[in-house]
């Protein structure tokens, strides 16, 4: 089974490691991440999850403006021009046993994810905190590298920083710089019966309102374009806020709370004086009128389906 | 008022318009069409009207007039001042599991009308249509409808107001007896005229039409409209459908029922150009509701036609050709805000924006739509589209 979020906090304040977390609602890309916590202290990552032609997997954890040039890695890592690709879905909740958009060096902390190469980016040295997710979607968790590192050195691995944006030549006299960080062992994939197991784990994380895992898992494994990437949807996850008022009013509060955070600051205040609020107004209703109207219909539209599933499947008043 | 249309298939036509095909030598004349079909324009008096009716600013596709073209709107609306009220009535043939933003164009616009008029609505999904056209399994074209459902239910309709079937699923009863009133109406030589079909064509083909027909008829779901047989009935479609509806509004005063009125748009042009529709099966020609904003951004800088010039110098002596634009047409479709879409075009125009920049934006607004309807689309579940597609009453209906 898989690590929970909670039980990676807990070893962190085990370690005595410092971090501050945040909760939200599931994100799945960096810009929507950024959303909640961007204003926050702490540098935003992107985290990639890599597979060679050898089956051996990698994440690629970077600051989000680092630009990574998965050619450039290839040949750094020994793997040649095109060695190195996104790796498939069903392999994220395999051997990282975290759900989509969710890629973090914590999941390192599993043990199928023992092999698995991290490469780290260098510039999270110089920055004060960064924000990983903590094996779920629904949380950022800000630490500083120093940190990190305690943590790896914890479960067995010892950290790689690489600069990701260098592009060293690599030829007959300049052998590729990163080739000793590509995991040697033989990559062991679970067995069948592990692979149930942890497959009812991910389900069970996720339980959508109307418990129906097998239409939402059958939508998750289907073999869309964008399954490769980490901005691919997951139907478990979303769907379950939808029948929750408290989710969603938290969800509303907290992006127009972020809408006013955002306008509320020096220079407009100096602009618009005692017009601030009307603009901040103005502000949040072209901003969030659609969004918000598109939330409260399918909130409406899950409702009436309950009721109607509930109407369809009422036992007969017994006589 | 209805234009003779005996002859239009067998003319040498510069522009193919039908229900099966659309193509045309460079851009497509829809000025020419208009006057071909007999329909009339959408001008800004009805604009303002619907406005001033529905108490809430124009839809963006009327605004810049991607909705164009109608028939007997005028009608609808006077019947609304009046207190009457109408039914909406959309469909989609599910060929393909690739929803592209083309497709979305008549559901949003429908969405807008359902809201702005408290109207109901019903959707037909012509899966019977596509397995015999496309030759699919009746089982796969099932298949597809429901898939189609969901995207189109991520669209925003409200359930309690909105009704889905599948033609497989639902002809019979009241919805059958008035495909065999229409068909009645319809000789065979009518309907070859209309709709170009051959000897060689099966019998499935030739009496479809009454089918698509039929939902323009309250009587039709008698679940819904009983006892309002004077209900009319409003078509939001793109302009390839006006055959079918033509020959719709034909039978319709002899079968006692109001004629069907239409609304239509343009096309949604293809990335590479305006020479046709989208097509679901070139996928570089159009954006997908499942494409990632890294797709979105590729699409948009590699395959969108640009207008403007060749080198910088260039564009900035002779700015972009807005006539070709394909970024710039995009976003008249979603750009909201008409003052910041006419500051681009006018900078544009002028070679002081660079197609870089106007490509950006697209992407920009294009990622939020598709994210927003990826979102909603993941909210649905089978129930929820069962549910939509219950045969029920909607007792709120046009509240």
Request: hydrophobic share 35%.
């Amino acid at each position: 089974m898989g690590y929970a979020k909670e039980q990676l906090l807990a070893r962190l304040q085990e370690l005595q490691i410092d971090f501050a977390q945040y909760e939200h609602p599931v994100v799945l890309t960096v810009e929507a991440q950024a959303k909640y916590v961007g204003h926050m202290k702490g540098a935003l990552s992107k985290n990639l999850f890599l597979k060679d032609k050898k089956h051996r997997f990698y994440i690629v954890s970077a600051l989000a403006d680092t630009k990574v040039d998965l050619k450039v890695l290839s040949q750094r890592l020994g793997l040649g021009k095109g060695g190195l690709r996104m790796a498939p879905e069903e392999a994220l909740g395999e051997i990282l046993q975290v759900p989509l958009g969710c890629v973090t060096p914590f999941a390192l902390v599993n043990d199928s994810a023992r092999h698995v190469c991290l490469l780290l980016d260098q510039g999270f040295k110089s920055q004060e905190c960064c924000f990983f997710h903590p094996l779920s979607n629904d949380m950022s968790v800000a630490i500083n590298s120093r940190d990190l590192d305690k943590f790896l050195n914890s479960i067995g691995k010892t950290p790689a920083y690489v600069d990701l944006e260098a592009n060293p030549p690599v030829g007959k006299d300049q052998p590729p710089d990163l080739a000793g960080l590509v995991p040697s062992d033989a990559v062991v994939l679970p067995d069948p019966s592990e692979k149930i197991a942890s497959s009812q784990g991910l389900e069970k994380n996720h339980i959508s309102v109307n418990n129906k895992p097998t239409a939402t898992a059958a939508k998750a494994v289907k073999p869309s374009n964008a399954s490769q990437k980490e901005k691919s949807d997951s139907a478990v996850n979303l769907s379950s806020s939808f029948g929750d008022p408290e989710k969603l009013v938290e969800e509303i509060l907290e992006k127009t709370t972020s809408i006013v955070l955002s306008e509320v600051k020096e220079e407009n205040m100096e602009k618009y004086r005692e017009q601030l609020g009307t603009m901040v107004s103005n502000s949040i209703r072209k901003q969030l009128s659609l969004e918000l109207k598109s939330i409260l219909s399918m909130f409406k539209n899950t409702s009436y389906t309950e009721g109607f599933y509930a109407g369809t499947h009422r036992q007969p008043k017994r006589m | 008022m209805d234009k003779n249309n005996s002859n239009e298939n067998q003319e040498q036509e510069e522009q193919v318009v039908n229900p099966w095909e659309v193509s045309a030598k460079g851009k497509i004349d829809y000025e020419k069409l208009i006057e071909k079909f007999g329909c009339q324009r959408l001008d800004t008096s009805i604009i303002d009207r619907v406005a001033r009716l529905t108490g809430r600013p124009p839809h963006v596709f009327l605004r810049r007039g991607v909705f164009f073209a109608h028939r007997d709107f005028h009608e609808i609306l006077d019947a609304y001042e009046r207190g009457e009220k109408f039914y909406l009535y959309t469909g989609r043939g599910p060929s393909s599991e690739a929803l592209h933003l083309g497709h979305l164009v008549p559901f949003m616009f429908t969405k807008y009308l359902q809201d702005a008029f408290k109207v109901p609505l019903v959707i037909q999904l012509t899966d019977d249509e596509k397995c015999m056209w496309k030759n699919l399994t009746v089982e796969e074209s099932q298949r597809l409808a429901r898939e189609n459902a969901k995207d189109i239910i991520a669209c925003g309709f409200d359930i309690s107001k909105t009704f889905i079937f599948s033609d497989f699923e639902y002809v019979g009863g009241s919805f059958y007896k008035n495909m065999v009133k229409i068909a009645k109406c319809v000789t065979y030589n009518k309907v070859v005229g209309i709709f170009g079909f051959t000897g060689e064509d099966h019998i499935g083909k030739v009496s479809f039409p009454p089918v698509q027909a039929a939902p323009s008829f309250p009587s039709s779901f008698p679940h819904l409209f009983t006892g309002k047989d004077n209900l009319r009935c409003l078509i939001p479609c793109a302009i390839d459908q006006d055959p079918y509806f033509r020959m719709t509004r034909d039978v319709a005063p002899r079968l006692g029922y109001h004629k069907p009125a239409l609304i239509e748009s343009l096309f949604f042009p293809a990335l590479q150009g305006e020479t046709g529709k989208m097509s679901a099966s070139d996928p570089n020609s159009a954006i997908y509701v499942t494409d990632s904003g890294k797709d979105i951004k590729n699409k948009i800088n590699k395959y969108a036609f640009s207008g403007g010039q060749d080198s910088v110098e260039n564009h900035r002596k002779y700015g972009a050709n807005l006539e070709v634009d394909i970024p710039v047409k995009y976003l008249g479709f979603f750009l909201e805000d008409d003052a910041e879409l006419e500051h681009i075009r006018t900078e544009y125009g002028a070679g002081r924006m660079l197609t870089g920049e106007v490509k950006k934006r697209l992407t920009e607004i294009l990622t939020e739509m598709v994210e927003r309807h990826r979102r909603a689309r993941a909210a649905v579940t089978d129930e929820m589209v069962d549910a939509f597609m219950a045969v029920r009453p909607l007792p709120n209906m046009f509240n």
